[in-house]
């Protein structure tokens, strides 16, 4: 079996042959002991080199254990490999963007986590998870977790749906936006209660009537942004007194498709909206390019405020007011908590919540006033 020619990538090749010599072990081809380096770099088609620091890494793993003059030591066998502590290799990214949008959406996040990650010989891989169907999703989370066996995975502003069905199958992972009120993972995510109150804040400040303030999210089938439409309903209540029924209307539930659709019925309406409050940056883009191509005057005839930033956000015209993210207390924490499940730490349960800063960009003012 020849492991140097497998499929191009930045993985390390001896991690290749590390992953080929565990997977014999778990299939039986290998029991008792590990013949000697020269039967292995002719079986597995690489140099010495490759199999010395995989069968370094493998020791380290607990996998396989070495005696000076004897042969290397099976300590995990088949039935038991799964059961020993296996640091991971790769870290997977998943997220509903592009592979390069979703490393770029928090750069410098990522940046600094491929550093750590390189560090420790371990390959952060993106890959991009978005299924209209349960058995779509469940087909193509299948292949990930196939594909990379030992693996932690980040779940990047991910659904509901697919942080369910890593939790079911027993992944470690951590959520890395909100987390679903059905799975234990640790969360690292903006503290969404203080965003939005500062940004109604900010709107009733400028002159805008609450009445006339909408929150524009994506429709989730799961609980996802149930928390975040809850706080905006509330947020409102506790400001004007106004009952929680008449209050959910002001939430415009989208499914990407029919964005457009619905921002043409409420602005075309007799007493449209003055402001728009969007929970996904990816929305806020939208909204203002497509409005603003259409003549639309933004703040004038609606102020919008992002409840968070992207690099794209710095060459859009106007200016979106919104919050940055991620702050450095933000990165310390994410990076800290993922180290600490590469290391075997399967705590679960807690949420760590940040205040983002806020960028008073070009796209609020007063609704009464004329630019």
Same mark, same amino acid.
């Given at each position: 079996?020849?492991?140097?020619?497998?499929?191009?990538?930045?993985?390390?090749?001896?991690?290749?042959?590390?992953?080929?010599?565990?997977?014999?072990?778990?299939?039986?081809?290998?029991?008792?002991?590990?013949?000697?380096?020269?039967?292995?770099?002719?079986?597995?088609?690489?140099?010495?080199?490759?199999?010395?620091?995989?069968?370094?890494?493998?020791?380290?793993?607990?996998?396989?254990?070495s005696s000076p003059g004897k042969s290397r030591q099976i300590l995990a066998d088949k039935?038991? $490999?799964?059961? $020993?502590?296996?640091?991971?290799?790769? $870290?997977?990214?998943?997220?509903?963007?592009?592979?390069?949008?979703?490393?770029?959406?928090?750069?410098?996040?990522?940046?600094?986590?491929?550093?750590?990650?390189?560090?420790?010989?371990?390959?952060?891989?993106?890959?991009?998870?978005?299924?209209?169907?349960?058995?779509?999703?469940?087909?193509?989370?299948?292949?990930?977790?196939?594909?990379?066996?030992?693996?932690?995975?980040?779940?990047?502003?991910?659904?509901?749906?697919?942080?369910?069905?890593?939790?079911?199958?027993?992944?470690?992972?951590?959520?890395?936006?909100?987390?679903?009120?059905?799975?234990?993972?640790?969360? $690292?995510?903006?503290?969404?209660?203080?965003?939005?109150?500062?940004?109604?804040?900010?709107?009733?400040?400028?002159?805008?009537?609450?009445?006339?303030?909408?929150?524009?999210?994506?429709?989730?089938?799961?609980?996802?942004?149930?928390?975040?439409?809850?706080?905006?309903?509330?947020?409102?209540?506790?400001?004007?007194?106004?009952?929680?029924?008449? @209050?959910?209307?002001?939430? @415009?539930?989208?499914?990407?498709?029919?964005?457009?659709? @619905?921002?043409?019925?409420?602005?075309?309406?007799?007493?449209?909206?003055?402001?728009?409050?969007?929970?996904?940056?990816?929305?806020?883009?939208?909204?203002?390019?497509?409005?603003?191509?259409?003549?639309?005057?933004?703040?004038?005839?609606?102020?919008?405020?992002?409840?968070?930033?992207?690099?794209?956000?710095?060459?859009?015209?106007?200016?979106?007011?919104?919050?940055?993210?991620?702050?450095?207390?933000?990165?310390?924490?994410?990076?800290?908590?993922?180290?600490?499940?590469?290391?075997?730490?399967?705590?679960?349960?807690r949420n760590y919540r940040f205040v983002p800063e806020f960028l008073e960009g070009e796209?609020?003012?007063?609704?009464?006033?004329?630019?």
């Amino acid at each position: 079996m020849s492991v140097a020619n497998h499929t191009i990538s930045r993985q390390p090749l001896w991690s290749k042959v590390a992953e080929a010599i565990e997977a014999d072990i778990v299939d039986g081809h290998w029991s008792g002991s590990l013949p000697g380096e020269h039967q292995l770099t002719n079986h597995y088609g690489v140099g010495r080199r490759s199999i010395r620091t995989a069968l370094q890494r493998l020791e380290e793993r607990g996998i396989i254990g070495s005696s000076p003059g004897k042969s290397r030591q099976i300590l995990a066998d088949k039935a038991g $490999v799964s059961s $020993v502590s296996i640091m991971p290799d790769h $870290v997977l990214l998943i997220s509903p963007y592009a592979e390069e949008q979703g490393i770029t959406k928090s750069r410098i996040l990522f940046n600094r986590t491929f550093e750590e990650l390189s560090k420790r010989g371990i390959q952060l891989v993106p890959r991009r998870v978005e299924a209209k169907t349960a058995k779509a999703l469940d087909r193509n989370l299948g292949q990930l977790k196939e594909q990379f066996p030992h693996s932690v995975w980040v779940l990047h502003d991910c659904s509901g749906a697919v942080q369910r069905w890593c939790q079911k199958r027993g992944e470690r992972a951590l959520v890395l936006g909100v987390g679903d009120p059905e799975v234990s993972f640790i969360s $690292v995510d903006m503290d969404a209660e203080e965003v939005i109150s500062r940004s109604i804040s900010c709107l009733e400040k400028v002159g805008h009537d609450l009445s006339k303030v909408m929150m524009l999210m994506r429709r989730d089938p799961g609980k996802l942004n149930q928390t975040a439409c809850d706080l905006f309903v509330e947020e409102l209540r506790q400001r004007t007194f106004e009952d929680t029924s008449s @209050l959910k209307k002001r939430i @415009l539930l989208h499914d990407e498709a029919n964005l457009i659709d @619905l921002l043409r019925e409420k602005l075309g309406k007799k007493d449209p909206p003055t402001a728009l409050l969007c929970w996904r940056t990816h929305d806020a883009i939208r909204v203002v390019t497509f409005l603003t191509h259409q003549g639309v005057s933004i703040p004038k005839n609606l102020s919008v405020i992002s409840c968070g930033s992207s690099p794209t956000m710095e060459f859009i015209h106007p200016s979106i007011t919104r919050f940055l993210s991620p702050t450095l207390d933000y990165e310390r924490c994410f990076l800290h908590q993922l180290i600490q499940l590469l290391e075997g730490d399967n705590s679960s349960g807690r949420n760590y919540r940040f205040v983002p800063e806020f960028l008073e960009g070009e796209t609020v003012t007063n609704p009464q006033i004329v630019i």
